[in-house]
């Protein structure tokens, strides 16, 4: 792959997929003008509702610990206490070292655990180092697998190289699903991540990620626009579906569901399941509460309200 | 007279680079200011007003697609050959009844309004097109493009600086041209033509119909083909009912006074171009 | 097909693409029962005592009864026009022409959501263009325009310039405060008195203006509106005592004023109708792209003279491109205007409507394919479903005449020079649009298309700095920036 609209044929699978180009203003015009999208009463009910449960409740700090993770599950499993209809979550993110807390704090529950894994967050470590990380973190037991694309080699113009690193990452995961986290702010121009996007696709990923949630350009309206319209082309291309996550800075529920109608007007409603689309945030899930108190009471409510955790 | 009996010129149209006898056959005379006959001058007809459009339009997107500088040279080169033909317009308008101090400033003022134009090839975009301070992602412009086919109803008097007048603005942007030309001054624009086919200028750019601008005006105003008419040069007396069909295919419709020299009549003969972009990675 | 209209609410566990109607309040519109005209300042009755209806398109409900100007109204308005061009505006320094103009946007932006609904109540398009396109272009074409007022001859150094006078002015339907604020602005800061006719459907948001002129306190009679129907558009095109005439509409009605005009050698500016080509290459960025092509056609339900009615594409890309369009057009929600997530709203008149379904059957009979989405439409109201013709051949009639409908037909081309040849294959020449991610061949297709208004990498765009008009049939003269300004001034060498 050297230009983005040439046909390209991604190491050994032997398929071509053609990359086609993104207007950036045309892109976040668009964008924009799905953000004005209205979302009123028994929708933003269901839309809050959806954004729960597609939520990877995420905790990817080095100060944490068992009780700090087990905490979060707790969390994840049933946001609000006090209400039996919010539903939980969809997983749980954390590093490999706490993967099998993880798993313990949440069995018998639908929430799931996945691991970030493979030199999270930069990925520049010998692939041999990467796919044990992954290896051991299925291991613990991690349902999904979040990796980072190789932006070294991609961005240098190896493509082929972050695309076999991909490839092999997949063959580790075994069953556990592989996401394939882009850093969107890394990459310069919606091209490049339109390019990653059918790399990562074209490799294996079952889903795409914005964003490590490391760096302060993270996740944005037009760039999961970016990735929707690549995730569109790819299955217009090959039939394969390919879920999406979007990640940092999403903070609060009307953010969430900018994303929702985004994904939804873009790859239709078959993406507005946690199976195709997951959000990857901490702090989101309390505003989200704070939301639903306030449709449920008809009144606002406050922070002191729903558990920090 | 002393020696051999004198040659004189037989007058014909101008069509493409070419000096057809009309097809209709037809001439009028134009006589001196004595009521001598001058000359019989071809007398167009609608038919060969067809071609003269014919010839403009296929002429005219080669001609715009010259560079301003070429167009500005090829300007200049008409003054050039005027210059240098400048007895023979003193003696031809002097036959018309121009005395010849008027008649010397005239041909002086026409080479100098050629020159005058041919610098302004280069230049009126400048001064009327524009970069344009959207508010967006845009980059947003406006250049000025030649119309395309004009036709022109050439001023009677003065002869020479009227034609000169009229077909020097539009020419110079890129647009193709056909005059219509009638009695007295058809001589001196037939004289015109040629220099002007020896002057680099292209076949089909300028054209050129000797007759009656009554009989062709309706012909002009309801050709679909014709973008633009200059009527600066129609007779006071036309009924101005019959520049209705001017509307058929929504014509600009010029009226200046018959020899001012300015950048709005360059202006008369273009249309504002936008274009946008936007500016992104 | 989304249709907002068609459910109120969703199933909680399933958010889908529906969204619960979210209508827009239409508690800060008061709407009259009736309207005066508007002449010196004043809500006047008309000497006629006629009258008629404008409608809500979307129900077909009445909003109110309109006065309808006889040709003894306009004679009054022009007079008044032309007393208060005498007594005030001619006298007025720029500056102080400039200081009403900014004072008109301001009052504009203040109220700009009561306007937004009413020009969605009287012409049934989407709150959210009402809302995100005309009453903030409307305004800035104010805020624009009124820079220029004291700035004129930095515009056009060595003229001699000056203002018509009294300038007649007709508008169309399809953006009516828009309209009026791209005629008004220019005149009144070259310093011209106006009298200014809206359509008969959409006369609500002028006569709303007209309480805004009255609030900035602008001298009477600078501008009057009257409203009324072709005859008392007649009536002012034929006034003796108007210096300059400026229509925007139909090629068919503007090829009459010029008629009339021509005459006269009245000053004439005409902004008509178009049939714009939007070319697509196979290296365009396609996504974006099938936006464009969207926006081009779908925006204001098609009425809009610079639409990307005919779309060219280039045939390597056209099966997979038609096939993204039409999934697209789906997600299109067709509904109530007021509801902020409709796309597309209301045909605005049952006449529009009938001329819409003849030319699409015209089509259909000529051999074209039609697509349709699966939306429902609602049952009162004048309505067309967003529609693609293909198979469409530049001999058809819908290949040929402006349908000023939600209606795109589709072509195929080869080579860049087919793309031109068919898209320049028209008498019209308003706008086109370019979509390739080639440089060179944007300004190599820009060069050649024979149309005012480029848009390479996007459509419809507006800015009162850029200057709108058209080739050939399409019109002359400009509006908005600089050159707009010369079609207001005596001795500016712009077109007027």
């Known amino acids: 792959m050297k230009m983005p609209t040439s046909n390209i044929t991604f190491g050994k699978t032997g398929s071509s997929i053609k990359v086609i180009p993104v207007d950036e203003v045309s ?283 | 007279m002393a020696g051999k009996i ?18 209709s056959g037809r001439t009028f005379s134009v006589n001196n200011s004595e009521g001598e006959l001058i000359a019989n001058v071809s007398q167009a007809s609608r038919k060969d007003f067809r071609e003269a459009v014919r010839a403009a339009r296929s002429a005219q997107s080669p001609w715009a697609s010259r560079t301003a500088y070429n167009r500005g040279q090829i300007l200049y080169r008409v003054a050039e050959m005027l210059e240098s033909r400048k007895p023979e317009f003193l003696e031809l308008l002097k036959s018309i009844g121009v005395n010849n101090r008027v008649a010397t400033r005239e041909i002086e003022d026409s080479i100098q309004r050629l020159v005058w134009y041919a610098g302004w090839s280069d230049k009126y975009s400048q001064l009327l097109g524009s970069v344009n301070p959207v508010s967006g992602p845009y980059f947003n412009f406006t250049v000025p493009e030649p119309t395309g086919v004009v036709g022109i109803i050439a001023p009677t008097e003065p002869a020479m600086l009227g034609f000169i007048s009229r077909i020097a603005p539009a020419i110079v942007s890129g647009n193709t041209v056909v005059v219509v030309s009638e009695a007295q001054s058809s001589l001196t624009s037939v004289t015109i033509a040629e220099v002007l086919v020896t002057s680099d200028v292209p076949a089909g750019v300028v054209n050129i119909l000797t007759g009656d601008q009554t009989d062709l005006l309706p012909w002009m105003v309801g050709h679909l083909d014709v973008n633009a008419v200059d009527i600066s040069g129609i007779s006071p007396k036309t009924d101005l009912t019959h520049l209705e069909e001017v509307a058929s295919n929504v014509k600009r419709v010029v009226s200046r006074s018959v020899d001012e020299e300015s950048l709005e009549l360059i202006s008369d003969f273009l249309e504002m171009k936008t274009v946008w972009h936007p500016i992104g990675r | 097909m989304a249709n907002s209209n068609s459910k109120d609410g969703s199933d909680l566990e399933d958010f889908g693409i529906e969204y619960a109607s979210a209508i827009e309040s239409t508690s800060l519109v008061t709407i009259k029962d009736k309207y005066g005209l508007f002449i010196d300042g004043e809500f006047v009755s008309s000497s006629s005592g006629k009258s008629f209806e404008t409608l809500d398109p979307s129900t077909e409900n009445s909003l109110s009864v309109v006065t309808e100007a006889s040709s003894e109204d306009v004679d009054r308005a022009v007079r008044a026009a032309r007393a208060s061009y005498e007594k005030y505006w001619k006298k007025m320094p720029g500056t102080d022409r400039a200081r009403y103009l900014f004072r008109i946007a301001r009052h504009l932006q203040e109220r700009a959501r009561e306007f937004a609904v009413l020009e969605t109540l009287d012409g049934g398009k989407p709150i959210k263009e009402s809302r995100d396109v005309d009453l903030p272009l409307a305004a800035a074409h104010f805020f624009y325009h009124a820079g220029w007022a004291d ?346």
């Open chain 1, 27 to 309: 892109l976040e015009a668009r964008a924009a003008s799905l953000a004005t999208r209205s979302i009123k009463t028994s929708s933003k009910k269901a839309a809050l509702h959806l954004t729960i449960r597609c939520i990877d409740l995420t905790t990817l700090e080095g100060a944490d610990t068992p009780e700090k993770v087990a905490s979060l599950c707790q969390k994840a499993k049933r946001p609000d206490p006090s209400n039996h209809d919010v539903p939980s979550v969809a997983a749980v993110c954390v590093y490999p070292e706490m993967v099998h807390h993880a798993v313990e704090a949440t069995r018998n529950s639908k929430v799931k655990v996945a691991s970030v894994a493979g030199a999270f967050p930069s990925g520049l470590s010998t692939i041999e180092a990467r796919t044990a990380d992954i290896s051991d973190a299925v291991k613990r037991g991690a349902d999904e697998i979040d990796i980072v694309l190789n932006r070294s080699a991609f961005l240098s113009g190896d493509e082929q190289r972050a695309f076999e690193e991909i490839v092999a990452s997949k063959d580790a995961c075994g069953e556990a699903h592989l996401k394939v986290i882009l850093e969107v702010g890394e990459l310069g121009s919606y091209d490049k991540i339109r390019q990653a996007s059918m790399l990562a696709m074209a490799a294996g990923a079952d889903f795409i990620k914005t964003s490590t949630g490391k760096i302060p350009q993270a996740s944005s309206l037009p760039r999961v626009l970016c990735m929707a319209e690549a995730v569109r082309d790819f299955a217009y291309q090959t039939n394969i579906s390919v879920g999406i996550k979007a990640a940092g800075g999403i903070r609060t529920a009307k953010q969430a569901w900018h994303y929702l109608v985004v994904i939804g007007e873009t790859l239709g409603s078959e993406w507005l399941n946690p199976e195709m689309f997951r959000i990857g945030a901490s702090g989101l899930l309390n505003d989200v509460l704070l939301q639903l108190n306030r449709l449920d009471s008809g009144s606002y409510s406050g922070p002191d309200y729903v558990t920090v955790d």
């Open chain 2, 6 to 23: 004198p040659i004189a010129k037989t007058y014909k149209l101008f069509i493409d680079g070419a000096f057809p006898r009309s097809e």
């Open chain 3, 151 to 496: 700035k004129l001859e930095y515009a056009f150094p060595q003229r001699k310039l000056e203002p018509h006078g009294v300038v007649g002015q007709i508008i169309p339907w399809n953006f009516p405060l828009l309209m009026a604020a791209w005629k008004l602005a220019p005149a009144l800061a070259c310093g011209n008195t106006v009298v200014l006719k809206p359509a008969e459907t959409t006369p609500l948001t002028a006569l709303l203006l007209a309480e805004v002129i009255r609030d900035v306190d602008l001298p009477p009679g600078v501008i009057n509106i009257v409203t009324g129907a072709g005859a008392t558009g007649s009536a002012i095109v034929e006034h003796p005592e108007v210096n300059k005439l400026a229509f925007t509409g139909s090629t068919e009605v503007g090829k009459l004023i010029q008629r009339s005009a021509v005459k006269r050698n009245l000053p004439l500016t005409l902004e008509l109708g178009g049939k714009a080509p939007h070319v697509i290459f196979e290296d365009a960025a396609l996504d974006q792209a099938i936006e464009g092509v969207i926006n081009g056609i779908f925006f204001n339900q098609g009425h809009v003279c610079c639409a990307g009615s005919r779309l060219l594409v280039q045939e390597s890309i056209a099966d997979n491109f038609i096939d993204r369009l039409q999934k697209r057009i789906e997600l299109l929600r067709v509904g109530n205007p007021l509801d902020k997530n409709t796309d597309i709203g209301a045909i605005n008149s049952k006449a529009q409507l009938e001329r819409i379904d003849q030319l699409v059957k015209a089509g259909i009979e000529e051999g074209a394919e039609v697509f349709k989405p699966s939306c429902s439409l609602p049952e009162n109201g004048y309505w067309y479903p967003p529609t693609v013709l293909t198979g469409v051949q530049q001999s058809h009639r819908v290949a040929r005449e402006e349908i000023f409908g939600p209606v795109l037909v589709v072509q195929t081309f080869r080579t860049p020079e087919e793309a031109l040849e068919k898209a320049n294959n028209t008498p019209y020449g308003l706008s086109a649009g370019i979509w390739t991610e080639k440089g060179s061949l944007i300004h190599w297709m820009a060069e050649r298309l024979r149309a005012g208004v480029i848009w390479a990498n996007t459509f419809n765009k507006f800015d009162p700095a850029s200057p709108f008009g058209g080739y050939k049939e399409s019109g002359f003269g400009r509006e908005g920036g600089m050159q707009g300004l010369g079609a207001y001034l005596k001795n500016s060498g712009g077109r007027s």
